[in-house]
């Protein structure tokens, strides 16, 4: 099952809250990473209304990591030497991966050698559709953001991320630059993993 919340879809005007993320790349749960504003001053009877709305807010999206728990896995980071093959991916400021399509087997561990041959940052990052989707809108709103999440990668033009993956269900597995405007450019390409 597809996260049911999408980051941009919170209403966080009336809220103490500055950024998030809600969808974590690497597991494909919802990570709720909050950071509270600093500078908000309340007082009152509008701290407890906010507070408490602030509250409501957390435990919908607690429960919503637990639905996300049980549905869609993107996979998980795998172990190096037990890759069988290598899958080598080329970054471009033409906002494109290449390849952008790739087949693999249910259980299998991909070496991935993923090179930046452009000339500004961009990202290869594992997701489901929805939660690429929703999470290149957050960054659209909050380009600052930083991951630190498996499954997340920023290169640098010139360098390569070089990594494992074990895709562990069968279905399909997106991958994306979610700097903001080159999801929408089409920066993104698909995984699909067989039985
Ligand atoms: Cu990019």
């Not at 007082?43 to 435990?59: N, P, S, T, Y």
Request: charge should be neutral; charged fraction near 20%; aromatic fraction near 8%.
């Amino acid at each position: 099952m597809d996260t049911p919340i999408a980051c941009n879809s919170l209403v966080m005007g009336s809220l103490p809250v500055r950024r998030w993320c809600c969808a974590n790349p690497g597991n494909g749960k919802i990570a709720a990473c909050f950071q509270l504003d600093p500078n908000a001053t309340w007082a009152g009877e509008e701290f407890m209304i906010r507070w408490i709305a602030l509250g409501a807010m957390l435990l919908a999206l607690a429960s919503a990591e637990a639905m996300a728990d049980t549905g869609a896995s993107i996979g998980k980071p795998g172990d190096l030497a037990k890759a069988a093959r290598t899958v080598e991916v080329e970054m471009s400021d033409a906002m494109r991966f290449t390849p952008n399509k790739i087949d693999v087997r249910q259980g299998e561990t991909i070496r991935f050698i993923v090179r930046n041959a452009g000339q500004v940052k961009h990202e290869f990052v594992f997701g489901t559709a929805a939660h690429l989707k929703a999470h290149a809108a957050a960054m659209s709103k909050h380009p600052d953001m930083v991951h630190a999440d498996p499954g997340h990668y920023a290169i640098e033009p010139g360098s390569k991320a070089d990594f494992a993956w074990q895709f562990t269900k069968n279905g399909v597995v997106e991958f994306a630059c979610l700097i903001p405007g080159h999801f929408d450019a089409g920066m993104r390409g698909t995984i699909v993993v067989r039985k």
